[in-house]
């Protein structure tokens, strides 16, 4: 009984997308805003269809905006990789979570002379260096190793006014003890995570580990929570409005997680679609636990373009 009410409540906050609410979307929204791993690509494989339904929702005059957790690339790679996959899209339609790591510091006046500690990859460092904010760490600092010997001591810069945590795969023991003391010994040093995704589908075929467990190591050593930039904080979603000059009434927000895209899209204000391509599965949407209902759900992008009986 409590199953079959449970599935009845999420009847009723979520529904299967229908070509007769495709239409409805598409007469009621002028923004699309999609997350990138899971929607539109895993790992580097193009989701079947996403070309084409990019192509449909461009030719009727919809602004596309990509938003991705994912802080490994800057918006400048992110354009490259979309082209690699034969996607033409401009960095001002990107907003990453590396931007908005950058952006975060820049809006509240980090001081310049000040440097930020990176445990994440070359997207955070190029975003900071971008901002004009000197950032140390990332990627190089994944070949060093701490010294842990006897009467040994670690040092750290004292500058550093920021530790900025996101997507590591070249995290080890020195980058979590520089950022550490950072944190704990550095006065009024910043904790900034670009988002605490569990997993990601950073390749096609499996789930890898996210940023959160980066971000969870941190927040174990140090005792702080952190600023989280990316979703569902709606940080981005500042710029976006300031850009685009659309209300977020008139935005759907699309993507395949319900802690990260869905809740972002409803704590913005936005309409939400679920798509089961990538890290959300049916049976974790109907879960009796589940708080985040979207207001649809389908198995793909491309069902906006190739839902049956869809007469577009």
Known sequence: MATELSQSTLK???????????????????AFLFDCDGVIWKGDSLIDGVSDTLDFLRSMGKKLVFVTNNSTKSRRQYAKKFH???????ED????????????????????????????????????ELAGFTPLGGPEDG?????????????????VGAVV??????????????????IRENPGCLFIATNRDAVGNLTDLQEWPGAGCMVAAICGTTQKDPIVVGKPST??????????????????????????????????????????????KESDLQDPLNQIHPEYMTTTLSDILYLPNNQF
């Open 12 to 30: 009723e906050k979520s529904q299967r997308l229908t070509p007769q609410d495709t239409q409805s979307l598409l007469d009621s929204v002028d």
């Open 84 to 90: 690699s996959v034969g996607i033409s899209v401009s």
């Open 93 to 128: 339609e990107i907003f990453s979570s590396s931007f908005a790591a950058a952006m975060y510091l820049k809006v509240n006046k980090f001081p310049k002379e000040k440097k930020v500690y990176v445990i994440g990859e070359e997207g955070i460092l190029e975003e900071l």
């Open 143 to 159: 070949k060093k190793t701490a010294n842990m010997k006897r009467n040994s001591f670690f040092e750290h810069d004292k500058n």
């Open 165 to 182: 945590v996101g997507l590591d795969q070249y995290i080890n023991f020195y980058k979590l003890q520089y950022g550490t003391l950072c």
């Open 235 to 280: 940080f981005l979603m500042d710029f976006l409005l300031e850009k685009f000059n659309i209300p977020t009434s008139k935005m759907c927000m699309v993507g395949d997680r319900l802690d990260t895209d869905i809740l972002f899209g409803q704590n913005s204000g936005c309409r939400t679609l679920l798509v089961f391509s990538g890290v959300t």
